[in-house]
């Protein structure tokens, strides 16, 4: 059983950064695929970024591809979402997610079977 505690949400100026951590517990981290969802008030959790278990390869929805940046480090059991030149349409509940298929990046809820409480990031306008 793996669980996962997001950090870093908070409130910021459209324009600005924001960096996001998610520390993993109970597993074997670097078996994981790992993804950042976010959901905002009325809408579907949507994927926002992946990353395979090595940190090979990457994938970035449309929508902030540019903008943001997924990163891993296996030693810490760390992902991490580093937000740039962020948007109002940003703010939302971010959540990492881990997946037991290692080389796939899936952009949909299911497969991921590990999900943290995810943390709230707020853009201003």
């Known amino acids: 059983q793996v669980q996962l505690v997001e950090s870093g949400g908070g409130l910021v100026q459209a324009g600005g950064s924001l960096s996001l951590s998610c520390a993993a517990s109970?597993?074997?981290?670097?078996?994981?695929?790992m993804g950042w969802f976010r959901q905002a008030p009325g809408k579907e959790r949507e994927f926002v970024a992946g990353?395979?278990?090595?940190?090979?390869?990457?994938y970035y929805a449309d929508s902030v591809k540019g903008r943001f940046t997924i990163s891993r480090d296996n030693a810490k059991n760390t992902v991490y979402l580093q937000m740039a030149s962020l948007k109002p349409e940003d703010t939302a509940v971010y959540y990492c997610?881990?997946?037991?298929?290692?080389?796939?990046?899936?952009?949909?809820?299911?497969?991921?079977?590990?999900w943290g409480q995810g943390t709230q990031v707020t853009v201003s306008s």
């Open positions: 997610a881990a997946d037991r298929v290692p080389h796939i990046i899936s952009t949909t809820v299911p497969p991921y079977d590990y």
């Open positions: 109970g597993g074997t981290f670097s078996r994981y695929a």
């Open positions: 990353i395979t278990s090595s940190g090979g390869r990457t």
